[in-house]
């Protein structure tokens, strides 16, 4: 079975430019939720949608936050839920 790289976070400023760089050589699939070969938010899905489709020997490259200051500032419960829990 191919080893596959899950890069979480896929649609975001880091891990889409990680996503391009590494399609060149290995088999990644983009997770996010925007534009991505597996749609998830973390606010919204259940994280088993993620883990039935992990493989052993698979990687798992964890870059989904809420970034944004404003949103981190006006809705903490909520980007602490995302970015913590």
């Known amino acids: 079975m191919e080893q596959k790289?899950?890069?979480?976070?896929?649609?975001g400023f880091i891990g889409s430019h990680l996503t391009k760089l590494l399609k060149q050589t290995s088999r990644v699939i983009s997770v996010g939720r925007?534009?991505?070969?597996?749609?998830?938010?973390?606010?919204?899905?259940d994280p088993s949608?993620?883990?039935?489709?992990?493989?052993?020997?698979?990687?798992?490259?964890?870059l989904a936050s809420i970034s944004s200051?404003?949103?981190?500032?006006?809705?903490?419960?909520?980007?602490?839920m995302v970015n913590v829990a």
């Open 49 to 62: 949608i993620i883990s039935d489709l992990v493989n052993s020997g698979d990687f798992v490259v964890f």
């Open 69 to 80: 200051p404003e949103v981190c500032n006006s809705e903490l419960d909520y980007a602490h």
């Open 5 to 11: 790289i899950y890069i979480l976070g896929a649609s």
């Open 34 to 45: 925007k534009i991505c070969d597996v749609k998830f938010d973390l606010s919204r899905d």
